[in-house]
């Protein structure tokens, strides 16, 4: 293991960076002081002090104890996950899930409702704080053991004010404070992001932990990606990166899409233009929902469109696979469903049109969060920031007279 330079450097004590001590136990495997005064180089004397913080603050717990030569055995320590809950809220354009879950990113509880999202920001919140309340109550949980709310929005968010910004199916969203609004019921901390970046976020941190370069593609309503590179989600300048449905796709011209161009990957691939294609065809379908029942069905009409936007979708992912050589490409969002028929159309293009090199590792696969993807993202995204090494040592400043 490489540890940060602080950490090598014995000496480097001083009780602010307990943050150190306590990214080392994150992996749940239990260590004794010595072990850990051991890897850190840290004074045994330095180790327990830090280890009497973290278990004043529950974040560690003691575990047992380790075999003994002789004397007393020595106590073992490991990372707590149950000493917080995230408040995990994943909101649909027409759904909304609200879910507990503990710090390592396990699901403790949850709630679903239909809900529509242009009823506006005050409507919705109220409904995310009054579930999250009910939820807490039910689960014998307090308030002071929240650490954090992580919300996934379906529109574009500038993810370090939390504002969404110009979100085209949230009418009365643009610019609203939705940290500000949802801290007037629960102060702390509380980060917004869309929905496909957190989607991306909770099937890497759940499911492909070891591929630190994966592209999460949702394809329903509209279409989008999360990017994670080098292990972190890239954001872009602005919170942009990934905007994959306003992509233009040769043979589609004629298209106009909802944003003002024409030849959108969105426009011709998206539920809603996959469903008027299959009606012009004399089938009944408006929504993904449908278009995934004919082709589950499988209607022969149904499932050449849905291997075709495969193929679509297909021609824009080569692209991003020569640019970005992920490991992985996940298929997410409700045409996933669908299912083989659209990966087998998006693996026809892209390994026939992407470089040899960057295809020779590739999977494309259906997302295994699926439904799930959405809140176990949106917690994930409050516990990389919570359990910080800055945010730790915050948390234990109050708590410095222990030692
Ligand atoms: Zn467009």
Redesign the pocket.
């Known amino acids: 293991m490489t540890l940060p330079l602080t950490m090598r450097a014995p000496g480097a004590a001083g009780v602010s960076r307990a943050g150190d001590l306590f990214q080392l136990l994150r992996d749940g495997e239990p260590r004794t002081r010595a072990e850990l005064a051991a890897v850190t180089g840290l004074a045994r004397s330095t180790v327990a002090a830090r280890v009497d913080m973290l278990l004043a603050s529950a974040l560690i717990s003691a575990v047992g104890e380790a075999n003994s030569s002789g004397g007393r055995p020595p106590s073992r320590f490991a990372f707590n996950p149950a000493a917080r809950i995230v408040i995990a809220v994943d909101i649909g354009a027409s759904h909304g899930v609200i879910a507990l879950v503990d710090l390592g990113c396990t699901i403790r509880d949850s709630a679903r409702a239909e809900l529509d999202v242009a009823a506006g920001p005050e409507a919705i919140l109220d409904w995310v704080t009054a579930t999250a309340r009910k939820l807490l109550t039910a689960n014998d949980r307090e308030i002071s053991e929240v650490a954090g709310i992580g919300i996934g929005l379906p529109g574009p968010v500038e993810h370090l004010s939390g504002l969404p910004s110009n979100p085209p199916i949230m009418p009365g969203w643009d610019g609203f404070d939705v940290p500000g609004y949802v801290q007037r019921v629960f102060t702390v901390p509380v980060l917004v992001d869309n929905d496909v970046n957190i989607m991306a976020l909770g099937e890497q941190a759940t499911e492909w932990p070891d591929d630190d370069n994966l592209l999460f593609v949702k394809v329903a309503t509209g279409i989008g990606a999360g990017i994670i590179g080098g292990g972190q989600l890239q954001r872009g300048a602005v919170g942009a990166a990934g905007d994959l ?2 992509v233009r796709v040769p043979h589609a011209d004629h298209v106009i ?3 003002g ?1 024409t030849g ?1 990957l ?2 011709i691939v998206g539920g809603p233009a996959i469903a008027a294609s299959l009606r012009e065809q004399g089938l009944e379908a408006t929504s993904v929902r449908d278009v995934v029942a004919l082709a589950r069905a499988g209607n022969v009409v149904a499932l050449a469109a849905v291997r075709q936007a495969g193929r679509d979708i297909g021609t824009v992912l080569a692209t991003c696979v020569n640019l970005l050589n992920p490991s992985v490409i996940v298929i997410g969002g409700g045409m996933a469903e669908a299912g083989e028929h659209l990966l087998a159309g998006i693996r026809e293009i892209v390994y026939s049109r992407s470089l040899p090199l960057s295809t020779a590792q590739l999977r494309i696969v259906q997302s295994r969060a699926m439904d799930r993807a959405g809140v176990l993202g949106a917690a994930m995204m409050v516990i990389l920031h919570v359990l910080s090494v800055t945010q730790i040592d915050n948390l234990l400043v109050p708590q410095k007279g222990i030692s």
């Open positions: 449905g306003h899409c909802r944003c161009n959108c969105e426009a």
